[in-house]
């Protein structure tokens, strides 16, 4: 079983669609989560941490459920630009990011 | 701007052949990572370094080795390349924000390597 794992997707959604990944973690020790975008062929980047609260920012809200293992990223009001793979990422002991495989997004018009 | 930049970007090699891929970053971070992603993997860590002289091994470094003789750069080379070593390479330097208790990784622009 991966250390972090996502539904590689792809999801089609039309633009202004609500669209929602999850992601599930294994290693409960995990300290910190992030999502990362990645544009085909290009380096991941960071879109934003994940906190036990819930964050938001913007069109994108973050959530994490320790006790269930999981976490999610909500995008509202899609755009064409969303479309992309995101990166599900646990951070662990001695600051090792773990990724799951991405889930891909395509947003038509 | 500070940047973390990769070279080269491409490149293509011949089976047993040494290759050395560079990664140069000028944020003066100490954490410095090699990552290789291949499809059905995601990315997975090669090496990394927490300072100069400091490297550790990752997840897959088998045929895999770093030096970091300064804090900008991480060299990877790869000994005897094999195929199994086609992929595309990341490298990502990170600092840990005290104040805000996180840390985060910055990617380079990676290096695309075929080996034939």
């Known amino acids: 079983r991966k250390e972090v794992e996502q539904d590689p997707g792809p999801f089609n959604v039309p633009e202004g669609a609500t669209v929602a990944f999850n992601c599930t973690y294994s290693?409960?020790?995990?300290?910190?989560f992030f999502w990362y975008r990645q544009d085909c062929r290009k380096e991941p980047k960071l879109l934003m941490s994940?906190?036990?609260s819930g964050n938001e920012d913007g069109r994108f809200t973050a959530q994490l459920n320790r006790a269930s293992q999981y976490i999610s990223l909500l995008i509202r009001d899609s755009k064409l630009s969303d479309s992309a793979t995101y990166l599900c990422?646990?951070?662990?002991?001695?600051?090792?990011?773990?990724f799951g495989g991405g889930t891909r997004l395509m947003v038509k018009p | 701007d500070a940047e973390i930049t990769q070279s080269p970007r491409h490149k293509i090699t011949e089976t047993g052949r040494q290759v050395t891929l560079a990664c140069h970053q000028t944020?003066?971070?100490?954490?410095m990572f090699w990552y290789r992603q291949d499809l059905g993997h995601g990315l997975r860590l090669i090496h990394y370094?927490?300072?100069?002289?400091?490297?550790n091994k990752g997840e897959v470094s088998d045929g895999y080795s770093v030096s970091r003789s300064n804090t900008e750069d991480l060299p990877l080379t790869l000994e005897s390349a094999a195929s199994s070593q086609t992929s595309v390479y990341f490298c990502?330097?990170?600092?840990?924000?005290?104040?805000?208790?996180?840390?985060?990784?910055?990617f380079g622009p990676g290096t695309r390597l075929l080996v034939l």
């Open positions: 990422v646990a951070l662990n002991a001695g600051n090792m990011l773990t």
């Open positions: 370094s927490y300072g100069v002289h400091d490297t």
């Open positions: 290693n409960s020790a995990s300290q910190s």
């Open positions: 990502a330097s990170s600092e840990r924000d005290t104040a805000k208790g996180e840390e985060t990784q910055y």
């Open positions: 944020w003066n971070h100490n954490n």
């Open positions: 994940v906190y036990s």
